[in-house]
């Protein structure tokens, strides 16, 4: 079965860029749209974007100027670029087949932190 | 704040039907799919219901999910201690151009 593994550091400085990869594996990535969602501790879930795997993107508008999504076939790997990051930005990265969200990643916590 | 609006939370005991509510508005339940998705604590969410009312394979009948206007309900009936967890609505919102969420629900099994 399809199963999806974010891989990155845990542990990122304010201003610097956070960079998140999802390998995707049990299925090809083509013909899917893959997204991102985070979750600050204790709160909710918000959508940061999804990337087709042809390359088209869409972001979360809030964070739209930060942002970029790219993926990799040959490799069946989706990229996540979080830039200028603050203690905002701390929270449980997960990435997730589809807008649907049918199948996610276990999350990875990462602290943004000097 | 989230865009869709859930209660904080909810309660029943085994075997008892509880409904977990999911307020929107026109921009988003109005006009588009509702999803709904289960998480236990130190886990990942998982897809519960989609398409307003579609149970992916594996998910017990016992779950359910339907629309109406710009709300949404999920319905949980023959309660279960393995039911506590949070409940989460999404849907698509037109005028953000991206999927919302509910702030979630925490339901607890007494």
């Known amino acids: 079965q399809v199963q999806l593994q974010e891989s990155g550091p845990r542990l990122v400085k304010p201003s610097e860029t956070l960079t998140l990869t999802c390998t995707v594996s049990?299925?090809?990535?083509?013909?899917?749209?893959w997204s991102w969602i985070r979750q600050s501790p204790g709160k909710g879930l918000e959508c940061i974007g999804y990337?087709?795997?042809?390359?088209?993107?869409q972001y979360n508008p809030s964070l739209k100027s930060r942002v970029t999504m790219s993926v990799d076939t040959s490799k069946n790997q989706f990229t996540l670029m979080l830039r200028s990051v603050t203690a905002a930005d701390t929270a449980v990265y997960y990435c997730?087949?589809?807008?649907?969200?049918?199948?996610w990643g276990q999350g990875t916590m990462v602290t943004v932190s000097s | 704040q989230s865009v869709l609006s859930q209660p904080p939370s909810a309660s029943g005991t085994p075997g008892q039907r509880v409904t977990i509510s999911c307020s929107g508005s026109s921009s988003n339940i109005g006009t588009n799919y509702v999803y709904w998705y289960q998480q236990f604590p130190g886990t990942a969410p998982k897809l519960l219901i989609y398409?307003?009312?579609q149970r992916p394979s594996g998910v017990p009948d016992r779950f359910s999910g339907s629309k109406s206007g710009t709300s949404a309900s999920l319905a949980i009936s023959g309660l279960r201690s393995e039911d506590e967890a949070d409940y989460y609505c999404?849907?698509?919102?037109?005028?953000?151009?991206?999927?919302?969420f509910g702030g979630g629900t925490k339901l607890t099994v007494l």
């Open positions: 398409l307003n009312n």
């Open positions: 997730a087949r589809e807008r649907a969200f049918d199948i």
């Open positions: 049990g299925g090809s990535i083509s013909n899917y749209y």
């Open positions: 990337i087709y795997y042809s390359g088209s993107t």
């Open positions: 999404a849907a698509w919102d037109d005028s953000l151009s991206v999927v919302v």
